[in-house]
């Protein structure tokens, strides 16, 4: 089957597709949102049904549209919450499933909950093909598959017991299971996918260890009330070189406090990273990336204060180090680490080890269909840094026409593309350059 030409295909159904199309509708522009993982106007982050994930930031700031910026705080402002909490993100789910029923109720939007696996350029346009055999025509592409899964662990020997997919059902599986066996589980990484799966351990029950290891152990601080906002002006950054504006940052942190500075550089956050030559991007992302992560990328206060308090109870443990080796034996893996400065190698053992290291940071490593078919074809190409596609300033898909990506799929060029705050901006825009381009 082959539907009828659209003017738009959007793969990806998250806030970066679900925004897109929205944009879209609002502008009278015909589009097909296609998303084959049954959670389209949520995506992985909003998807979730525990109530320990709440959202990192504030209410205030997490309007879907950049035109109404307190769109979001009016919602749940009617529901009983204020601007200045960290709602629940079910509950941002919620308001963009209301967003894209909006677009689908206006007859612009189309919803397909199918699996795209292939996208090849046609004579007036794009052919995306569905994992059910059938094809969609359209006269431009949007992707906006969001954040994948990470690599594969290069250890663990294929056990079932290692689940590399901290967003998976077998991580979801893990949980209960751990919850009702009190098992030890080794969580290998330390940064938000860590804190998403201690609180839900911590939620369902769970009473064993909790290992988090990571190469400097380092966990995401906490926001505060209290400190004054600090904006700065851009002829005052010392752009260009990541060892001269790390230490400008760790001066202006020590005078007015490492958050108000932190918070400051944010509207120059994808000029600063522009504007480093492709080595400093690469010192910056093999040595100050973790630190700027972890202060950059703030969790919410009652989540900060239940992390230390699990710490503090000898139930969630944090190290620095390597894993060595790991093998199954009977019911229990078998981990070898040594830990960061010392030369012995520990052993311990744990009923399940959860990668939590992140999304995917190479994109010739995916394992998405369609995008490696389209890098196989010369359809798209990598960024210089390898991270996620080529694009340029419109986020239009380099060699491609009529193609745009959206979200994480764009942070070569951009760094900071996974925060609402950044993705509203840029989908207003990719559907403003779409109505150029396109048209109606």
């Known amino acids: 089957m082959k539907f009828d030409r659209l003017p738009v295909a959007i793969v990806g159904g998250g806030f970066s597709g679900t925004m897109v199309a929205a944009q879209l509708a609002r502008k009278g522009i015909d589009a097909v949102l296609i998303d084959g993982s049954g959670r389209a106007g949520q995506g992985v982050a909003y998807s979730t049904s525990d109530a320990a994930h709440v959202l990192n930031i504030q209410a205030d700031v997490m309007s879907a549209w950049p035109e109404d910026l307190e769109h979001f705080r009016r919602a749940v402002e009617d529901e009983g919450a204020t601007g200045r909490d960290f709602v629940q993100r079910r509950q941002f789910g919620t308001y963009l499933r209301g967003i894209l029923g909006e677009a689908l109720e206006s007859g612009h939007l189309r919803l397909v909950e199918k699996q795209a696996t292939e996208a090849e350029p046609s004579e007036d346009g794009w052919t995306v093909q569905l994992d059910n055999g059938d094809r969609i025509a359209a006269r431009g592409l949007v992707l906006a598959i969001g954040n994948q899964p990470p690599e594969k662990l290069p250890f663990g020997g294929g056990s079932a017991r290692v689940i590399d997919n901290p967003w998976g059902p077998e991580a979801r599986a893990a949980i209960p299971a751990l919850a009702s066996s009190g098992g030890d589980v080794m969580l290998l990484g330390t940064g938000l996918t860590m804190v998403d799966a201690v609180l839900s351990l911590d939620a369902a029950g769970h009473g064993g260890r909790i290992v988090a290891l990571s190469r400097r152990g380092l966990i995401p601080r906490g926001h505060t009330e209290g400190f004054a906002p600090a904006p700065v ?146 359809l798209a190409r990598p960024d210089e840094m390898g991270i996620a596609f080529d694009v340029d300033e419109f986020s239009r898909i380099a060699g491609a026409k009529n193609a745009w990506a959206m979200g994480p799929l764009t942070k070569g060029r951009y760094w900071e593309m996974i925060a609402v705050p950044d993705i509203r901006g840029q989908a207003a825009a990719v559907a403003d350059d779409i109505e150029a381009e396109l048209g109606r």
């Not at 910056?284 to 990328?297: I, L, M, S």
Request: one cysteine or more; hydrophobic letters at 40%; aromatic letters at 8%.
């Open 233 to 378: 002006d851009a002829e005052d950054i010392p752009f260009g070189n990541v060892r001269t504006l790390w230490r400008w940052l760790r001066r202006r942190g020590a005078e007015i406090g490492w958050r108000a500075a932190v918070d400051g550089m944010r509207p120059h956050s994808h000029r600063l990273w522009q504007t480093l030559p492709p080595e400093e991007k690469r010192r910056f992302a093999r040595h100050a990336r973790p630190w700027w992560d972890v202060h950059r990328h703030r969790i919410a206060p009652e989540v900060a204060a239940r992390l230390q308090s699990l710490i503090a109870e000898g139930r969630l443990t944090v190290l620095a180090g390597r894993i060595q080796s790991i093998r199954e034996e009977e019911d229990r893996l078998v981990v070898n680490y040594r830990r960061r400065g010392s030369s012995q190698v520990a052993e311990d053992r744990f009923a399940y080890l959860i990668n939590c290291t992140g999304p995917l940071g190479s994109i010739a490593r995916t394992r998405d269909p369609l995008l490696k078919g389209m890098l196989a074809d010369g």
